[in-house]
């Protein structure tokens, strides 16, 4: 069927919605392999360890204040007695942590799933234990306390593989759960044999192993902190409140120290203060409490996160697919109009799908093969499909294959777009000038009326003589 001009932008106009349509379901195909990729993180930490926060370590005494208080006056006077229990915390003055943590990978299907072993020794030092003397606040009160404890909180007890608190050459025995409050998940141990005396100093060495997922983050709660980690990860994302002092990043991995002292963050108080730790994202708000926003510890540390996210790469892609599409097309017409070609609007459409079927490849063939050597294939095998039925279409192959060598800058273009998440926007913008300078460079000597006369009488030519009956004079 041939169409008149008006009739064949119409029927364009429509593969374009129809292309449309389609590049907006395979991105929903991505997003919806992207939320599988998330459930699978979510089983994973589940079924391991979720993200680690490394709070501690700390000395603890729960205690107990009992006093009487006189109630009523008259015959209605009479006596009650109350309680008010307490913990006192005692923050450590300084706090080296040597830290290594090891990525091993875990899989759910095709999905893959960043995991960590951190081997850690952390040797905290008090200035003294006064702090966990309890003050009675009420008169002629007695006052009861248990035996202290040290403890540190972690923020996924199921990861803790082994741990060992030493505190004056001896290794004490220790205990599941942390006895804390607002930190229950750890492990802490009684220190009643351990040599603790007024005013005097007091040390501990605790070793640690612990496994997790995503995130691994320390809280600074000791007057100075000092934290040195070392991994075989090559790509990490430092977060939360404070980057490192020093870091050093190869392929092998990364090593990197923070240095931090209380008056540089406010985790010693709300330590004391009995609130959770921050999570590495940085988000402070754990709930409202008396009306008022509850604080958290702040914390510092890494992600060991792929910076080479596939689905986020994909969908990228698939948002450029429409430009794609119209580019490939603004190409295609401008032959048209040169070379009075006459294109169907059937091929417009199989030349557009088979550019939309290239981002339904990519975001399959990278679930197996990397996303750079599913974009070669992919952008390969519909090079040379387009220039073969390019070819075709332009009647010659050598039309077929400036065609093809079109669709190939295309292809480097979005490839380019895709790696430069900063400057993606000013690339775009020059790539888009530079098509509309070529556009009107190439047709600057093109007479407009003139062509759309032509075409208008191609196409009456095309349609064939009149039908319509002619009368015969005499009859």
């Known amino acids: 069927m041939r169409f008149p001009l008006l009739g064949k932008a119409v029927a364009i106009g429509g593969v374009l919605v129809a292309l449309m349509v389609a590049l907006q379901m395979i991105g929903g195909i991505v997003r919806e392999r992207e939320a ?34 006189v109630q009523g006056e008259g015959k209605e006077r009479k006596t009650v007695d109350e309680t008010r ?123 640690l192993e612990l496994v997790g997922t995503g995130d691994l983050a320390f809280a600074p709660i000791a007057g100075t902190t ?34 931090l002292n209380a008056l540089a963050t406010s985790a010693p108080q709300e330590m004391l203060d009995g609130n959770a730790a921050c999570a590495l994202d940085g988000n402070e708000s754990q709930g409202v409490v008396d009306g008022k926003a509850a604080r958290c510890i702040e914390t510092f540390g890494v992600a060991f996160f792929d910076p080479v996210n596939a689905y986020v790469l994909s969908d990228r892609a ?10 490939t097309f603004v190409g295609v017409g401008l032959v048209e109009v040169l070379r009075r070609l006459r294109v169907h609007p059937m091929q417009y459409l199989l030349v557009g799908s088979a550019i939309a079927i290239f981002f339904l490849l990519l975001v399959s063939l990278t679930e197996h093969v990397g996303f750079d050597r599913a974009y070669l294939a992919g952008a390969t095998a519909c090079t040379v499909l387009l ?7 332009l009647r010659g192959w050598r039309a077929g294959l400036v065609f093809g060598a079109g669709i190939t800058v295309l292809y480097g273009a979005l490839y380019t777009l895709l790696q430069l998440e900063q400057s993606a926007l000013i690339v775009g913008s020059l790539l888009l000038f530079a098509v509309l300078a070529g556009v009107m460079v190439a047709t600057r000597r093109v007479d407009w009326y003139a062509l759309f ?4 009488e191609d196409a009456r030519m095309a349609a064939g003589p009149s039908t319509r009956a002619v009368p015969v004079p005499g009859q």
């Open 85 to 207: 229990e307490f913990t006192l915390v005692a923050l450590p003055a300084s706090l080296d942590v040597d830290a290594r943590a090891v990525v091993e990978p875990r899989y759910r299907g095709i999905f893959n799933v960043n995991g960590y072993t951190m081997k850690a020794t952390l040797d905290a030092r008090w200035v003294n234990l006064d702090s966990l003397r309890p003050v009675a606040q009420h008169a002629g009160a007695t006052l009861q306390c248990e035996t202290p404890q040290i403890f540190v909180a972690v923020g996924d007890a199921r990861g803790i593989r082994r741990a060992t608190i030493t505190v004056a050459g001896d290794a004490l025995p220790v205990l599941p759960g942390a006895a804390h409050p607002s930190h229950p998940r750890g492990f802490h141990a009684e220190l009643a044999g351990a040599p603790i005396q007024a005013g005097a100093p007091f040390a501990a060495e605790i070793s």
């Open 36 to 69: 599988r990729l998330h459930e699978a993180e979510r089983s994973v930490a589940d079924s391991l360890a979720s993200r680690q926060v490394l709070v501690g370590p700390a000395v603890q005494r729960r205690c107990t204040e009992n006093w009487t208080r």
């Open 318 to 327: 698939t948002k450029y697919g429409l430009l794609f599409i119209a580019l």
């Open 453 to 456: 006369d032509n075409l208008r």
């Open 226 to 259: 000092h934290v040195a980690l070392a991994s075989n990860w090559p790509h990490p994302s430092f977060g939360g409140r404070f980057l490192p002092l020093a870091r050093t990043i190869t392929e092998q991995g990364f090593k990197a120290s923070w240095q």
């Open 387 to 393: 220039t073969f039925y390019g070819g075709f279409v």
